[in-house]
């Protein structure tokens, strides 16, 4: 998962080698998408609700490198302020196991 705001509902991931869900969330939107603009680190969690993950070898769940949700995705590195506050992200329902 490269950006957190897409809805991820009634998943199930199972048999990786590593994760089942892993968000990668680089500084700034990469490939052909590839934008400074774009700030997956600082983006707000669409959804995440009734998802699964099981018999993955390491997690069934990683978020890498960094995930601190912002009113200003690109303004995830500032102090937070009134003009720019952090925004809950809620994993709602998740079940993870061996």
């Given at each position: 998962?490269?950006?957190?705001?897409?809805?991820f509902?009634?998943?199930?991931?199972?048999?990786?080698?590593?994760?089942?869900?892993?968000?990668?969330l680089?500084?700034?939107?990469?490939?052909?998408?590839?934008?400074?603009?774009?700030?997956?680190?600082?983006?707000?969690?669409?959804?995440?609700?009734?998802?699964?993950?099981?018999?993955?070898?390491?997690?069934?769940?990683?978020?890498?490198?960094?995930?601190?949700?912002?009113?200003?995705?690109?303004?995830?590195?500032?102090?937070?302020?009134?003009?720019?506050?952090?925004?809950?992200?809620?994993?709602?329902?998740?079940?993870?196991?061996?």
């Amino acid at each position: 998962i490269t950006h957190p705001t897409n809805y991820f509902t009634g998943n199930v991931a199972a048999g990786s080698e590593r994760y089942g869900f892993w968000f990668d969330l680089q500084p700034f939107a990469t490939g052909p998408s590839a934008s400074s603009a774009v700030c997956p680190p600082g983006a707000p969690l669409g959804s995440f609700a009734n998802n699964r993950a099981h018999s993955n070898g390491r997690y069934g769940l990683r978020i890498f490198n960094h995930w601190v949700p912002r009113a200003d995705p690109c303004g995830w590195r500032d102090p937070v302020t009134a003009a720019n506050p952090l925004v809950p992200a809620e994993l709602v329902n998740f079940t993870s196991y061996k």
